[in-house]
């Protein structure tokens, strides 16, 4: 069995470093650099969810009038309806409870 040596398949760092030239320096303002908030990440799960839920209707819908031959695709796509809002449904739970946490601390 011939083993093929790793380093002839890795290309230099001095490569991959051209990429980079410039990142360390303070040319970039601190407006342009945006951090996302909570909200962001939670609006983005949300908006995740509402429109995987769509896409579960109208596959939903196709299957019905039978005008559909991928049903391993509608598959997936319930399937990833019921993961994002499960997603969802944990991370609003979440928040809750560490909501009420907060709201028990004494000061």
Same mark, same amino acid.
């Not at 990429?19 to 410039?22: D, L, N, Q, R, T």
């Given at each position: 069995?011939? $083993? !093929?040596?790793? &380093?002839? &398949?890795? =290309?230099?760092? /001095? +490569?991959v470093?051209k990429?980079?030239?410039?990142y %360390?320096?303070? &040319?970039?303002?601190?407006e342009?650099?945006? !951090?996302?908030?909570?909200? #962001?990440v939670?609006?983005?799960?949300? #908006?995740?969810? !509402? *429109? @995987?839920? @769509?896409?579960?209707? +109208? *596959? $939903?819908?196709?299957i019905?009038? %039978?005008?559909? #031959?991928?049903? /391993?695709?509608?598959?997936?796509? $319930? =399937?990833?309806?019921? $993961? @994002? =809002?499960?997603?969802? !449904?944990?991370?609003?739970?979440?928040?809750? *409870?560490?909501?009420?946490?907060?709201?028990?601390m +004494?000061?």
């Open positions: 069995m011939f $083993i !093929v040596p790793i &380093s002839s &398949s890795i =290309t230099p760092l /001095e +490569s470093s990429a980079f030239e410039g %360390g320096e303070e &040319s970039v303002s601190e342009a650099v945006r !951090v996302p908030t909570f909200m #962001d939670f609006k983005g799960i949300f #908006d995740n969810a !509402v *429109d @995987a839920n @769509a896409q579960k209707q +109208s *596959d $939903i819908f196709r019905m009038l %039978g005008d559909t #031959d991928n049903l /391993e695709q509608i598959q997936a796509n $319930i =399937t990833k309806a019921e $993961i @994002a =809002t499960d997603l969802l !449904v944990n991370v609003k739970n979440v928040v809750v *409870d560490a909501y009420n946490e907060i709201v028990k +004494s000061i």
